[in-house]
C-alpha cells in the first residue's frame, strides 16, 4: 500500500484536544471552539488580483481555535504548531508592521504566526468594530508553506470566532475581506482574495466559483467520487512564500499590462480581443513579460469559464484538459512554476492522469492531479518514484475531497 496518505482522521481532530490544550494553557474552559479549512484553487490562479474568477475547494485540513473574550485588552495568543509559548499583546498598541518577508512570512517561525490572528483583531478594530481582547489558542492540520493557505485558515477562524463572541453580524465574505486587510496592511503580504473567501465560505462537496471583482459566488457541485474520479494533492514539500518578492512583482506587472492597455484590471480584456492586446503591447518597454502575464490571466479566466460550464454540466473528467492547459500557461507565460512542480505534473501525466497543475501562488507548493479512481495508486506511485529519482525529498499526497468551510464546532 503506497499512496495517499488518508486525509481525514489526521485532518479532522476535532474540537476536544484543541479544548484540552486550551485550558492547559491558561487555566479555564474556552467560551468556544471554530474550525476553519485550508483550501487548493481547482483553476483560476492570479486571477483574484486581476478582478478576475476563481475555484477553490476547501480541504479537510482545518485549523482549529479556542477563545475567550477579554475585558481588559490583552491579547494573549498560543499555537499547538509553534515554539515560544503565549505572545501577549495589546489591541491598542496594534501597529501594522511588515515582517521580514526574506525570512519567510508564510512560514511564520517563531512568534511570527502571531501576525496573523493579532492583524485580523487590528483590521476589524481599524474598521471600528468593537473588537476587545482575546484568549486564544489554535491547533492547525494545514500544512504551512505548502500552498494549501495555512495563513487564510488562520486569519478566518480568528476572525469568526470574533465575529461570534463580539456579536459583530459579519458576514462570511466580509469576514474574509477584513482577513485579506489583515494579510495584506498588518502581515504586508499582497494577496489577493481568493484564499480567506475559500477559508470562509466554501461548502463541503463544492468548489466555489467566485468573482473576485463583485465577490459574488456560486456553489458549484464537485462530487469527484460520483464520476469514478479522484482529485489528487501532491505537496512537493517545497516551501513557498509569498513573501519573497516574485508574487508582488507578477501583481505589478499584470497592473502595468492594464495600464497600457487602457482597462481598469485585466479581467476587462475579454478572451476574443486577446490578440488584439498582445499586439497593443508591442511598445511597451518590457514587452515579452507583460504579454505573457497578459496573456495567462486572459486565457485563465477563460479556463475558469470552461471549468464551470463543464462541471454545470456534470462533467468532471472534460476539465483534465483545462487543468494541464493552465499548469502550461503558468509555468511558460506566468513563470511561477519549478521543477518539482512540473515533475509531478509530467509524471502523473504520463501515468494516464486526467489532468494535472500547480495550485496557489506558486515557486512550489502543490500540484492537483485529477485522476481515475483506479489509476490513483499507479499515478502516486509514479510520481513518488520520479520524485526519489530525481533526488527530490518524497512529496507528501492526499485525496481532497471537497469540506466545509468556517464553522463554530463547540
Ligand atoms: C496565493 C494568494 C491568492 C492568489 C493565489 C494565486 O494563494 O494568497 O490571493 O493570488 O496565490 O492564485
Not at 496594534?94 to 517561525?109: E, V
Not at 478594530?125 to 493557505?149: C, F, I, K, M, Q
Amino acid at each position: 500500500m503506497i499512496a495517499h496518505e488518508a486525509a481525514t482522521p489526521a485532518a479532522e481532530h476535532g474540537a476536544a484536544p484543541t479544548e484540552a490544550a486550551f485550558r492547559a494553557v491558561y487555566g479555564a474552559a474556552p467560551a468556544g471552539i471554530w474550525a476553519a479549512p485550508g483550501r487548493v484553487n481547482l483553476i483560476g490562479e492570479h486571477t483574484d488580483y486581476n478582478d478576475g474568477f476563481v475555484m477553490p475547494l476547501a480541504l479537510p485540513h482545518t485549523t482549529i481555535a479556542a477563545v475567550t473574550p477579554r475585558t481588559d485588552g490583552v491579547l494573549r495568543l498560543h499555537s499547538g504548531n509553534a515554539e515560544g509559548g503565549i505572545v501577549e499583546l495589546h489591541t491598542d498598541t496594534l501597529r501594522p508592521a511588515p515582517m521580514d518577508t526574506a525570512a519567510g512570512s508564510r512560514a511564520a517561525p517563531d512568534g511570527r504566526w502571531a501576525a496573523y490572528p493579532a492583524g485580523v483583531v487590528w483590521a476589524m478594530r481599524e474598521a471600528g468594530l468593537p473588537v476587545g481582547g482575546a484568549d486564544l489558542h489554535v491547533d492547525s492540520t494545514v500544512p504551512t508553506g505548502a500552498g494549501l493557505s495555512s495563513s487564510a485558515a488562520l486569519e478566518v477562524v480568528t476572525a469568526l470566532a470574533l465575529n461570534d463572541l463580539y456579536a459583530l453580524g459579519l458576514t462570511p465574505q466580509r469576514l474574509a475581506q477584513l482577513a485579506q486587510r489583515a494579510e495584506n496592511a498588518f502581515v504586508g503580504v499582497p494577496c489577493g482574495i481568493m484564499d480567506q473567501t475559500a477559508a470562509a465560505c466554501c461548502t463541503a462537496g463544492h468548489a466555489l466559483f467566485l468573482d473576485t471583482r463583485d465577490l459574488r459566488s456560486r456553489q458549484v457541485p464537485f462530487d469527484v467520487a460520483a464520476q469514478g474520479l479522484r482529485l489528487l494533492v501532491v505537496d512537493t514539500r517545497v516551501k513557498h512564500d509569498l513573501g519573497d518578492g516574485a508574487y508582488a512583482e507578477r501583481r505589478t506587472g499584470c497592473e502595468r499590462g492594464a495600464r497600457a492597455l487602457g482597462v481598469p484590471a485585466l479581467r476587462d480584456v475579454p478572451h476574443a480581443q486577446l490578440a488584439d492586446a498582445l499586439v497593443a503591447l508591442t511598445d511597451t518597454p518590457d514587452a515579452p513579460d507583460t504579454r505573457a502575464l497578459v496573456r495567462h490571466i486572459v486565457t485563465e479566466n477563460h479556463r475558469v469559464e470552461e471549468v464551470v460550464a463543464h462541471l454545470d454540466a456534470g462533467d468532471i473528467r472534460a476539465i483534465g484538459p483545462l487543468l494541464t492547459a493552465g499548469h502550461a500557461s503558468l509555468r511558460d507565460d506566468f513563470a511561477i512554476s519549478c521543477a518539482e512542480l512540473d515533475l509531478a505534473v509530467d509524471t502523473a501525466l504520463a501515468a494516464g492522469a486526467v489532468g494535472a497543475r500547480m495550485t496557489g501562488g506558486g515557486f512550489g507548493g502543490s500540484a492537483i492531479v485529477l485522476v481515475d479512481e483506479a489509476a490513483a495508486d499507479t499515478v502516486s506511485a509514479a510520481v513518488t518514484a520520479a520524485f526519489a529519482a530525481a533526488g527530490h525529498a518524497a512529496p507528501r499526497i492526499f485525496t481532497a475531497v471537497p469540506g466545509p468551510g468556517a464553522r463554530r464546532l463547540a
